[in-house]
């Protein structure tokens, strides 16, 4: 066999292990996405690029490809290692709640399935049923969706096949429920909206590993507490008292310690993400101090110092 090898596509040995054959395509269709490179084969290549890693990432058709590089005179019909095995294509740059697809909410953790760009052709198929293949993808949520629930809806260019097993894409829209009390990490299931089955075989499922929106005011820790800074006014850390705070889990009173510290939390039981064991709520306590804008308060601040200067 003359022609470039999918492991010569790949820049991998043969004897590649399976993370240094996923470590070269990630970084590959990295370099060639056609949405960020300037080479202008860079949708040919991503092509090639997507056609290799499906064959060598997959031990079975992995060892039957090494097979036919062996020899390739074993007079037989050479399987098909094309891109029949297409993935998703992403039509709409935007989901049914106004996030922008290049905000990083949603990505697929397999590229290709995201912006494979398979060659539509006949090829030979087994005459039993194979099932499709499950793709994994990335959602972010907001903190607010995991305590009271959410909804999203993803339109997708869906792959799916023809009589004739030509693989065509249709838009399709995924309304999916996110459920209260969720927590990072965790996945939602979207059953039969993977890849297509081949033969009468049942589609592969999408699965949805949920992840947190970075927000400068809260995180979560353990998965389910969930932190929030809170800024209070000096005299309120010395005095102590009674403050309405606007939390993920509503508008709460808190009652802010005499001599509280900055950088001390105050924790709410109960007040983390409502799973069914909920988290807790810690209040990271930040001591904002006002400025003195005019005369009137820098006397004021004067004075402050005058008194803690003479004990």
Do not use: C
């Amino acid at each position: 066999m003359s022609q470039k090898t999918h492991y010569d596509t790949l820049g991998v040995a043969k004897d590649a292990s399976a993370a240094d054959i996923k470590k070269a395509y990630h970084k590959l269709v990295r370099k060639y996405h056609p949405d960020i490179s300037t080479d202008p084969d860079a949708d040919k290549k991503t092509s090639e690029i997507n056609q290799a890693y499906n064959v060598l990432k997959d031990p079975a058709k992995r060892a039957e490809y090494d097979a036919l590089l062996a020899n390739p005179y074993a007079g037989r019909e050479a399987p098909d290692f094309g891109g029949g095995f297409g993935g998703y294509h992403f039509d709409e740059r935007h989901f049914g709640d106004g996030q922008p697809f290049g905000s990083g909410d949603f990505r697929f953790d397999d590229i290709f399935s995201a912006f494979g760009h398979a060659q539509q052709r006949r090829a030979q198929r087994p005459t039993t049923p194979i099932p499709g293949e499950d793709q994994h993808a990335e959602l972010a949520i907001d903190i607010a969706a995991a305590y009271a629930g959410s909804e999203r809806s993803l339109s997708l260019e869906m792959p799916t096949l023809t009589a004739d097993g030509e693989m065509t894409y249709a838009r399709k829209t995924l309304h999916v429920k996110i459920p209260k009390g969720i927590s990072e990490g965790q996945q939602i299931r979207l059953r039969g909206q993977g890849l297509p089955g081949f033969n009468g075989g049942e589609n592969g499922d999408l699965y949805l590993k949920i992840r947190f929106r970075e927000d400068p005011q809260h995180y979560v820790k353990d998965r389910k507490d969930v932190y929030q800074r809170l800024d209070i006014a000096p005299w309120t850390a010395v005095l102590g008292g009674t403050v309405e705070v606007a939390t993920p889990a509503g508008k709460l009173g808190v009652n802010i310690p005499a001599g509280s510290r900055g950088g001390q939390n105050l924790r709410l039981k109960g007040k983390g993400i409502p799973a069914k064991e909920p988290g807790d709520l810690y209040l990271v306590l930040n001591i904002e101090l006002p400025r003195a804008v005019d005369d009137s308060a820098r006397a004021l601040w004067q004075q402050l110092a005058d008194h803690y200067a003479q004990g």
